[in-house]
């Protein structure tokens, strides 16, 4: 395959630095634009270029277009993600998420960039009773940031219908793997798991612990987002599910690891959550290659 130049929003957070490797890997260019707002020092691979900048600050809209200026595709990543900071603080996420989004859209149009790949999250779904979750199931969400996400979604589809924007949303159920956020804003529950071992601290859990989630590879989602951009496949707002297909307890993920455990007040989050993938399987050849149980004990162990 030639050598293209494609560009990463937020490539040096979590995913996003997994999805620089992988193109990285396959012998393209890659730029990453990023505020490293994260709360994390930022992955760097020195492969990459790497651009400090916030994509929801209209002044700076000169700028991105230039950088997408030549490339074959956009993964957007940037965004804020904690859900409870959202409720906390809805007009900064608004802002970073919604705001930024339009603005890689917008750059994408005026230079001619034909794919834009935009990392939603399952959080679109909010609480439902239908399991497992189809990309047909009711929006519902339940937090600013669900909101926001679903939003992006929309504008996808709207520039793919008016200025023939190829766009494809791909929704993330939990992501787990290496880089995850073990600690602060941001870190989801099997980083601070990680956190609470390597400093012999009980692992907490939320509520009853009885909540289930579907756990999907952090490496899995970066090669599901290369294969959105590589597809022969046409897509104009197309969403895709991108989860394992199975789920586990909050209470299993913990009795993985042998630990003391401390419960905690519940928070604001759906009951359950498992995808359907046939969607993703079916059209993007995309398969799952990794167990959450299985990667647990390999690498949380001390």
């Not at 929003?9 to 630095?17: D, E, P, R, V, Y």
């Not at 870190?187 to 509520?207: D, H, R």
């Not at 197309?238 to 519940?266: D, H, M, Q, W």
Request: net charge negative; with cysteine; proline share 3%.
């Amino acid at each position: 395959m030639a050598k293209k130049k494609y560009i990463v929003t937020g490539g040096s957070g979590f995913i996003g630095s997994h999805i620089v490797d992988k193109l990285i890997n396959e012998n393209h260019d890659v730029v990453v634009i990023d505020n490293n707002s994260n709360q994390r020092d930022p992955i760097i691979n020195p492969k990459a270029i790497y651009h400090n900048l916030d994509i929801s600050n209209s002044d700076n809209e000169k700028h991105v277009e230039d950088i997408l200026q030549t490339s074959s595709g956009v993964f957007h990543c940037a965004a804020s993600i904690d859900v409870q900071e959202s409720i906390e603080n809805p007009y900064k996420y608004e802002k970073n998420n919604t705001i930024g989004t339009l603005n890689i859209l917008k750059a994408a149009v005026k230079t001619n960039t034909k794919r834009v790949i935009y990392s939603s999250s399952a959080a679109v779904y909010g609480n439902t009773d239908k399991v497992p979750i189809k990309e047909d199931t009711a929006i519902n969400p339940i937090s600013p940031y669900g909101a926001q996400k679903y939003y992006g979604e929309v504008m996808c589809k709207v520039f793919s219908e008016l200025h023939g924007l190829e766009t494809c949303c791909l929704r993330y159920f939990n992501a787990f793997g290496e880089r995850q956020k073990i600690s602060g804003a941001y870190a989801t529950v099997i980083g601070i798991f990680k956190y609470q071992i390597e400093n012999n601290l009980p692992l907490t859990i939320t509520g009853d612990g009885e909540q289930k989630r579907d756990f999907i590879y952090v490496k899995d989602l970066a090669n599901a987002n290369y294969l959105s951009m590589m597809s022969n496949s046409e897509f104009y707002g197309e969403v895709f599910n991108l989860g394992s297909g199975s789920n586990f307890t909050i209470n299993e993920i913990a009795n993985c690891l042998e630990s003391e455990k401390r419960y905690i007040p519940a928070v604001k989050e759906p009951r359950e959550s498992l995808a359907l993938i046939e969607k993703a399987n079916q059209l993007l050849n995309w398969y799952p290659s990794t167990n959450v149980e299985n990667w647990i004990k390999d690498n949380l162990k001390v």
